[in-house]
């Protein structure tokens, strides 16, 4: 497991809110540990988009990366499974609460892919069943020559004192003609509960598709007066609707859609950015 040291920061009031709950959640740090050794690297910084009169409080995480491969395979062949994923530092509820969630998070799309699991298993117990599946099929097909695998990187897109907008980018091969790829989102509030809502971000939604509509013709190309239909766009009765994954960047609010998912003809993703500029009035937390 490579391991790199990396802040976060929120503004003295959200600090003062939880210090009184501060523990440590060490074993939580060895659960994870235990998957895999672990070397420190170079310690980096990540500074909070708004500029405050205040002294920001730093938040350490460590990205930590996790890899299993079949047994006695060869390298142009080797079925494997690659997380890599922040794991914040002990201080106090929150740390554990993001860590918890995003480890829930990572195995639930681990169990996506394996269908003897049952929901219970931990990373490790996981990425070992995906591993013994892809065996198990290259002993039912040999002449199979593509490995299986999965890749997981979770990254964080931007924190301020009241969330943090994770994002997970997934690959995968389990078979077929192509590989797959998308992208989720796990957003946590400050008291480290998991963000369901857009209402959490902004103060009318209707308002936010609104502006999203706007950006999403513009990106393609499409006039006002022009059916998202004529452009091979496939929204439910032909009205633009927001994604239901969305996260937060530097940039502004996100949402990504499958490949599949709006354009019977798209060959990629869609990935919709709706820039703070276009948010002045609508965005509830501090502009950056």
């Given at each position: 497991?490579?391991?790199?040291?990396?802040?976060?920061?929120?503004l003295?009031?959200?600090?003062?809110?939880?210090?009184?709950?501060?523990?440590?959640i060490?074993?939580?740090?060895l659960?994870?540990?235990?998957i895999?050794?672990?070397?420190t690297t170079?310690?980096?910084?990540?500074?909070?988009?708004?500029?405050?009169?205040?002294?920001?409080?730093?938040?350490?995480?460590?990205?930590?990366?996790?890899?299993?491969?079949?047994?006695?395979c060869?390298?142009?062949?080797c079925?494997?499974?690659?997380?890599?994923?922040?794991?914040?530092?002990?201080?106090?509820?929150?740390?554990?609460?993001?860590?918890?969630?995003?480890?829930e998070?990572?195995?639930?799309?681990?169990?996506?892919?394996?269908?003897?699991?049952?929901?219970?298993?931990?990373?490790?117990?996981?990425?070992?069943?995906?591993?013994?599946?892809?065996?198990?099929?290259k002993?039912?097909?040999p002449e199979?020559?593509?490995p299986?695998y999965?890749?997981l990187?979770v990254?964080?897109?931007k924190t301020?004192?009241?969330?943090?907008?994770?994002?997970?980018?997934?690959?995968?091969?389990?078979?077929?003609?192509?590989?797959?790829?998308?992208?989720?989102y796990?957003?946590?509030?400050?008291?480290?509960?998991?963000?369901?809502?857009?209402?959490?971000?902004?103060?009318?939604?209707?308002?936010?598709?609104?502006?999203?509509?706007k950006?999403?013709?513009k990106?393609?190309?499409i006039?006002?007066?022009?059916?998202?239909?004529?452009?091979?766009?496939?929204?439910?009765?032909?009205?633009?609707?927001?994604?239901?994954?969305?996260?937060?960047?530097?940039s502004?609010?996100?949402?990504?859609?499958?490949?599949?998912?709006?354009?019977?003809?798209?060959q990629s993703?869609?990935?919709?950015?709706?820039?703070?500029?276009?948010?002045?009035?609508?965005?509830?937390h501090?502009?950056?």
């Amino acid at each position: 497991m490579v391991t790199k040291q990396m802040k976060i920061y929120f503004l003295p009031e959200f600090y003062s809110s939880i210090l009184p709950k501060t523990r440590s959640i060490s074993l939580f740090a060895l659960l994870l540990g235990s998957i895999v050794a672990c070397d420190t690297t170079k310690k980096q910084t990540e500074t909070p988009a708004e500029v405050t009169e205040y002294k920001p409080v730093s938040y350490d995480f460590e990205i930590q990366t996790v890899q299993k491969k079949s047994a006695n395979c060869a390298p142009e062949a080797c079925s494997e499974v690659s997380i890599s994923y922040p794991v914040f530092a002990a201080g106090h509820d929150t740390h554990a609460s993001i860590n918890s969630l995003l480890t829930e998070e990572v195995n639930r799309t681990l169990s996506d892919y394996i269908m003897e699991a049952e929901g219970t298993e931990d990373t490790d117990e996981l990425c070992k069943m995906f591993i013994a599946s892809y065996q198990d099929f290259k002993e039912n097909f040999p002449e199979s020559i593509t490995p299986w695998y999965i890749r997981l990187e979770v990254a964080v897109g931007k924190t301020d004192r009241n969330f943090i907008s994770l994002v997970i980018n997934h690959s995968s091969y389990t078979g077929g003609v192509h590989p797959n790829s998308s992208v989720s989102y796990l957003n946590i509030a400050a008291d480290g509960e998991k963000i369901e809502e857009l209402r959490y971000f902004v103060n009318s939604t209707s308002k936010l598709q609104d502006l999203a509509e706007k950006e999403f013709r513009k990106q393609y190309n499409i006039a006002p007066e022009e059916q998202l239909s004529d452009k091979g766009f496939l929204f439910d009765d032909d009205q633009f609707s927001l994604s239901e994954d969305f996260g937060v960047s530097k940039s502004g609010i996100v949402f990504y859609y499958n490949a599949d998912e709006i354009s019977s003809n798209a060959q990629s993703p869609i990935i919709l950015t709706i820039p703070f500029k276009d948010l002045t009035g609508l965005y509830k937390h501090k502009m950056p």
